[in-house]
């Protein structure tokens, strides 16, 4: 198990060396240009000025140059600073990731609250009114984007109810209360997006299982439906279900990225989004990384869960 | 009586409306509703008109004023950089120039004053220049930035707003402008400055009260001592004090306690900002804008014009003002028309162009103005002359190409499609294929349908056009919008900050947009120059105006209408003095929300 985590750190290194080097020659080499976006239209004439900023921000060396000397920063936790603000990436980000972290724990976790109960249902009742509603209740959150859930939402909230999610930000230890409350309708929604796949992977999973040998077994035992279903169908048949939520953190990510524009959370998405539409190469840089290194990693822990989760698994 | 019954009214409505929203909720879900509420928001524009304006309307009520609270409003997004010399941006130069910093003029607001015609003092108490070439400054004593380390509150000096010109120069994407006329800039001593320019240059004031250009920095920013970057080192003598930075929550300042400027109210006299604390939340998206302000957690909000009178039913105590849109040149443009094998080289062919555009349709169209005033929205509309656009800045100088004060020159913004054939055939056009240039994206969706929305009126001219859309970063910006494409450009013209810009610019072969069409008209060029030294305002107006009549008989810039149509702004209805002190552009938290005041009671949570 040990050479196995070991293996797969080291594997890690060049998959996130080959995502950075990605991303840095794709700002490189678009046609958009920050010095144009610093001097505006106002100054795009000013050649003098543009080669001062190429040269203040180091724009004036070599791509490979560029890369290397960004490189090494990263590896002293140093991602730079803006381009446009100034301001320190690592300080902003500190900042920043504490507030997606805690959107993405909460959506996730009201989604498996959520949708792994839902499906459970859906399968032991089986072709009933109430799995059809189940299960049409989950396409429906398949289909539906998850910006157009939110902006009903507060349309909705706004014409009938009067009704405003808070407006700003608090961190969960300052005011826990505040926090929650503008948590709770982007976790709702992005936890609401999320659940569709589980619900749909939980209820064929379920059946599957349910119609194997040890279940019968189990039922001619005489137990209660509560074990069975807990107990002998439900852990077997979550094995997929944990390989979706580890493949879901990208979903997330991008989940996050539309939900705190909407609602107002000042999260590494956010941030992203900004930095993106500015051509502020070097937060971009240090948000991909950040972004890669998180799925990376999620993909490590959901393959070490199956051992957890299912005997039978070694490494 | 009567209010009590239209309030019964009013809730019996909004609670049937809750219960379809409930039962559609429970028949199809959250989309249904969203669709349900669409259509019911789209049937009650239909057959409600706006109510009527409440409150005290827009009248001055300083000697009323009282004190204290807090406003709220929203920027759509961070301020890129909290130095206003290191970027264009509007949102630091609003937010951050706008607030901490001062210049050393700036607009006059009131009753009866147009908006951006009087430049009054701000840091300078007072200026003289004999000749229009030497401009000498006195600055207001004792003023103080603010009390914040490592500055401390000290006192403004002439060293102050040498060195920020010198860094200007050095630094600022605007510094265009101060490098083909500033000479030099010395401190005679601590309250005087002096600038000598290289040409008597009249309009130089305008050019320090613009808020675009010469915020006041300490000797210290502007030696490096301060980062002014960052938020701690945002100090400026503005009316407002930066207090809390939170990028994508908000951007939070109190009062000045020390801004120079003090009024008469009925309390005695009263030191502007009347408030105590503005609060900028950060939301970008336009359904939480609209939400935050239904649910008042803001206290302005300008909505889309479709949006008008569903807000004002959803808060009917609201109080409103039409506004005019920002100072914008939407315009067509012909690259070397000197150049022999132009097609645009011939004057007709121009005017055929400007002919071809429907411009009140084109407004119809997009502002959906009669709609708007049907429903009981007055909505001010008016078309660009060239090259002085319409709107909020630039109403002093602009001549209405509809008035008679045009003279024949008029007659070239009539919509007649027969005629612009005419004019091409004239003109010796047999059909060639003409590449129409323009960029895509980056200005909107609006300005991307309306430039599809004149391909049609092009062609039903004559003209026969092939649609050349561009990237605007390495095509349109770097290419076309300096003048190197070949066949027709249309696009925005660079929002310049003062008239005279747009003329020296645009039409004077040293201007920097020059080459947009080269305009070849000696005469012109003699009165843009005689503009910039004629001291009589009158009189330069005049001047400006006979530009507009020349400029317009030769087309050399055909304008059009993108956005010329204005919206309405809603305020709560505790705010006041929001329609008397009426300035455009950058300055409005010095020029116009210092004035502002919120009547509420004074145990009110404010």
Same mark, same amino acid.
């Given at each position: 198990m040990q050479g196995y985590i070991v293996r797969r750190l080291l594997l890690m290194v060049p998959t996130l060396l080959g995502v950075t080097l990605f991303v840095f020659l794709l700002t490189r080499f678009t046609p958009a240009d920050v010095v144009d976006r610093l001097t505006g239209e106002v100054g795009y004439q000013d050649e003098a000025l543009k080669a001062q900023i190429r040269e203040e921000l180091g724009l004036n060396q070599g791509v490979l140059t560029q890369y290397f000397k960004w490189l090494g920063g990263v590896l002293h936790l140093d991602l730079g600073?803006?381009?446009?603000?100034?301001?320190d990436i690592w300080d902003e980000l500190k900042n920043r990731v504490p507030v997606s972290v805690e959107l993405g724990a909460l959506a996730m976790l009201f989604s498996i609250l959520f949708g792994i109960p839902i499906g459970v249902i859906s399968a032991i009742r089986q072709d009933t009114w109430l799995d059809y509603l189940l299960r049409g209740g989950s396409i429906l959150l398949l289909a539906v984007p998850v910006f157009f859930l939110a902006i009903s939402v507060l349309a909705v909230g706004a014409w009938w109810f009067d009704w405003a999610p808070p407006s700003r930000y608090t961190a969960p230890w300052e005011d826990l209360q505040n926090n929650l409350a503008i948590m709770a309708t982007p976790a709702i929604i992005l936890g609401l997006a999320l659940s569709g796949a589980k619900i749909r992977l939980t209820r064929t999973q379920m059946l599957e299982v349910l119609r194997q040998d040890y279940i019968r077994t189990a039922w001619a035992k005489g137990l209660s439906e509560r074990v069975v279903i807990l107990r002998h169908a439900l852990r077997n048949a979550l094995i997929p279900v944990v390989t979706v939520i580890g493949l879901q953190i990208p979903v997330l990510v991008a989940g996050a990225v539309i939900l705190e524009n909407i609602f107002l959370l000042p999260g590494v998405g956010r941030y992203l989004v900004q930095s993106a539409a500015s051509f502020d190469y070097p937060v971009v840089q240090g948000i991909t990384l950040l972004i890669a290194t998180v799925v990376v990693l999620s993909n490590l822990v959901v393959d070490l869960s199956y051992a957890a989760l299912d005997p039978r698994v070694r490494y | 009586m009567l209010q009590e019954q239209s309030y019964w009214q009013r809730a019996l409505r909004r609670r049937l409306s809750r219960r379809q929203a409930l039962r559609l909720a429970a028949a199809g879900g959250i989309t249904a509703v969203a669709a349900g509420s669409a259509l019911a928001c789209r049937e009650e524009q239909a057959v409600e008109e706006a109510p009527p304006l409440v409150g005290?309307?827009?009248?001055?009520t300083t000697f009323e004023a009282r004190p204290g609270g807090t406003y709220r409003a929203i920027t759509t997004q961070d301020p890129p950089n909290l130095d206003p010399y290191l970027n264009t941006s509007f949102v630091s130069q609003t937010f951050i120039g706008g607030t901490v910093y001062s210049r050393l003029a700036k607009w006059a607001t009131g009753p009866g004053i147009e908006p951006l015609s009087q430049a009054v003092g701000d840091a300078a108490e007072a200026w003289e220049t004999p000749d229009g070439q030497v401009w000498t400054f006195k600055l207001r004593p004792n003023m103080k930035f603010h009390n914040k380390p490592p500055l401390n509150g000290r006192t403004l000096d002439a060293e102050d707003v040498k060195t920020s010109m010198e860094r200007f120069m050095a630094r600022s994407p605007n510094r265009g402008i101060f490098q083909t006329l500033v000479d030099r800039v010395e401190a005679i001593d601590p309250l005087t400055v002096r600038f000598t320019l290289k040409i008597p240059y009249v309009p130089f004031i305008d050019l320090m009260a613009s808020p675009q250009l010469l915020w006041i920095f300490s000797k210290e920013a502007n030696a490096g001592q301060i980062d002014t970057q960052k938020p701690e080192g945002v100090i400026g003598t503005g009316p407002w004090v930066l207090d809390k930075a939170q990028p994508s929550v908000s951007w939070e300042f109190t009062k000045n306690?020390? +801004?120079y400027e003090v009024v008469q109210t009925r309390r005695g006299p009263q030191r502007l900002p009347f408030m105590d604390r503005l609060e900028f939340l950060v939301i970008g998206e336009y359904a939480q804008i609209m939400a935050q302000f239904l649910a008042r957690n803001i206290h302005v909000f300008a909505p889309r014009n479709e949006d008008l009178a569903q807000i004002a039913q959803q808060v009917p105590d609201a109080q409103r003002l039409p506004g005019n849109p920002a100072w914008l040149l939407s315009f067509y443009y012909f690259g070397d028309t000197q150049d022999p094998n132009n097609l645009f080289r011939d004057v007709r062919m121009r005017r055929a162009l400007s002919m071809a555009l429907d411009r009140d349709g084109l407004i119809e169209a997009f502002g959906q103005v009669s709609r708007l005033k049907q429903q009981g929205f007055e909505i001010n509309t008016g078309w660009n002359n060239t090259p002085i656009p319409w709107g909020d800045g630039g109403m002093f100088w602009w001549l209405d190409?509809?008035?008679?004060?045009?003279?024949?020159?008029?007659? +070239? =913004?009539? =919509?007649?499609p027969a005629e612009a054939r005419r004019l091409l055939q004239a003109a010796g056009y047999n059909n060639q294929e003409i590449t129409f240039n323009f960029t895509t994206v980056i200005y909107g969706t609006t300005f991307d349908q309306f430039t599809e929305a004149q391909i049609p009126m092009l062609r039903n001219a004559g003209f026969n056009i092939r649609p050349n859309p561009q990237d605007y970063a390495s095509q349109y910006i770097t290419g076309t919008f300096a003048g190197r494409f070949s066949g027709l450009a249309y696009g925005y013209q660079t929002p310049f900050t003062s008239v005279d810009e747009y003329l020296f610019n645009m039409l004077h072969p040293q201007g920097t947009r020059y080459a947009q069409s080269r305009p070849n008209d000696p005469e012109t060029v003699r009165l843009v120059e005689a503009q910039r030294v004629e001291r009589d305002v009158n009189r330069r107006r005049e001047l400006i105006r006979e530009i507009q009549r020349r400029v317009s008989d030769q087309m050399w810039y055909v304008p059009s209408v993108m956005g010329r149509w204005g919206g309405m702004t809603f305020w709560h209805n505790f705010v006041r003095n929001w329609g008397s002190f009426i300035t455009a552009g950058y300055g409005v938290y010095t020029e116009t929300v210092t004035r502002y005041w919120l009547d509420l009671p004074e145990t009110a949570a404010r």
């Open positions: 600073e803006s381009f446009i603000s100034g301001r | 005290p309307g827009p009248q001055d306690p020390e +801004w190409p509809k008035s008679p004060d045009m003279g024949p020159a008029g007659q +070239w =913004y009539r =919509y007649d």
